[in-house]
């Protein structure tokens, strides 16, 4: 009895939910719709990410570059100006052997100045010669001077290119930093975003598992359990002692054993479990356009057919019920509405105790007479009528 009235509950909970869930194809489209466009939207997410990494590769390899460059011209200034000291080294060699031949021009003069014997011509040629020398190589020095002015031009371009060079390595440095922390943020979103396209993926895959279910006709054999109402009770016979006549004088009284039903009634409502199989697909009758007569001016205005999303048929039902499944079924047409929704008419075939002949309710035994003299096991098959629902209704209840 608890099983059952739970079961009513439940049938009323359900009653309540019909009308709202003639929607639930549209909500498991709308949510397979949903999941399909947070997995565009992800996927999308990821092709930026992918833009973002190719860019931060080229940004690398351009700050390689760079630094290649930038090497190359460090060894190009450090080359200058090597050669620069180099020059100013030969001019500072230049200029000593300059001073030298200027010490020795003079000390020519002083000697010519000191020895009055000496041969006039013979000291004015050699201070001819000192002097050509010492042009010689004022002319070297000017030259290497010259050498050594481009060379210090030449060197400024370099420091100002290697400046520019340090400037701009700088600034790809911080660049490459700043992506830097941009990639591991991205990887970091790409692994969430990876779980969540999972999560997202396993969602979208339920929804289609569900539309699949609630869309397929095809599937012939479907587990229901609902409420039936058979048309006879379970008799619960028992014997009772009733006074037949009592002594006004002495109060005395005399009793006899009558047997009584305590379950008399002519309906009873059982829990059945089983299964229906379909043998007709009624889905397009019920939702086929109506033929209109233009011809009838007189016919009534077409009835507007239930809502194509539903499914019905028509088909065989097999159940069982009771606490006692073995010895109490369940078999007739059922009928098949609003997809999850079946009513069945048919027979029920079951074992109940009853009086044997010879013996009714109400009737008087005999002293010596229990129960399991008068009442035997006996089959009997009486009529019933069920509703029930699919099993597969109660994941589409939502929690």
Not at 337 to 348: E, K, P, R, S
Request: hydrophobic share 40%; glycine share 4%; charged share 30%.
């Amino acid at each position: 009895m608890h099983r059952i009235k739970l079961f009513v509950a439940l049938m009323m909970a359900l009653f309540v939910f019909v009308p709202c869930r003639g929607q639930s194809d549209d909500e498991v489209r709308d949510s397979l719709r949903f999941c399909q466009s947070q997995l565009e939207a992800l996927n999308s997410r990821l092709d930026s990410n992918e833009v973002l990494l190719a860019t931060l590769r080229r940004r690398m390899n351009d700050l390689v570059m760079l630094k290649d460059s930038l090497i190359a011209a460090n060894d190009l200034f450090q080359r200058q100006l090597q050669e620069k000291n180099r020059l100013m080294d030969e001019q500072k060699a230049a200029m000593q052997e300059k001073e030298r031949l200027v010490a020795e021009k003079e000390e020519l003069y002083r000697q010519a100045l000191t020895n009055s014997t000496v041969d006039k011509a013979k000291w004015e040629g050699e201070l001819k010669a000192k002097e050509a020398s010492i042009d010689a190589k004022s002319r070297e020095i000017a030259y290497l001077q010259k050498d050594i002015d481009a060379k210090e031009s030449t060197l400024q371009s370099q420091r100002e290119n290697y400046s520019h060079l340090l400037t701009e390595k700088e600034y790809y440095r911080h660049l490459v930093d700043s992506l830097q922390k941009r990639v591991n943020a991205v990887e970091y979103e790409n692994i969430r975003k990876q779980e969540e396209n999972k999560y997202l993926a396993q969602k979208a895959k339920d929804a289609e598992e569900k539309a699949a279910i609630t869309l397929n006709k095809k599937k012939k054999v479907r587990p229901i359990q609902g409420i039936a109402l058979r048309f006879f009770r379970t008799p619960d016979w028992d014997i009772r002692l009733t006074p037949d006549h009592v002594d006004p004088s002495t109060g005395a009284a005399t009793y006899s054993k009558v047997i009584r039903n305590r379950n008399a009634g002519d309906i009873e409502f059982d829990f059945v479990t089983g299964a229906s199989v379909m043998l007709w697909d009624l889905t397009d009758f019920f939702n086929g356009d109506s033929k209109k007569d233009s011809t009838s001016l007189t016919r009534l205005p077409d009835i507007p057919r239930f809502d194509q999303k539903f499914n019905y048929d028509l088909g065989i039902y097999v159940g069982f019920g009771g606490t006692n499944l073995f010895k109490n079924f369940y078999i007739g047409p059922s009928f098949r509405f609003v997809d999850f929704f079946y009513v069945t008419v048919g027979l029920n075939i079951c074992e109940y105790e009853m009086l044997i002949d010879g013996y009714s309710a109400g009737q008087s035994l005999e002293t010596a007479l229990t129960l399991d003299d008068i009442t035997a096991k006996s089959w009997l098959v009486k009529p019933f009528i069920s509703l029930s629902i699919d099993l597969d209704f109660l994941s589409y209840i939502k929690k």
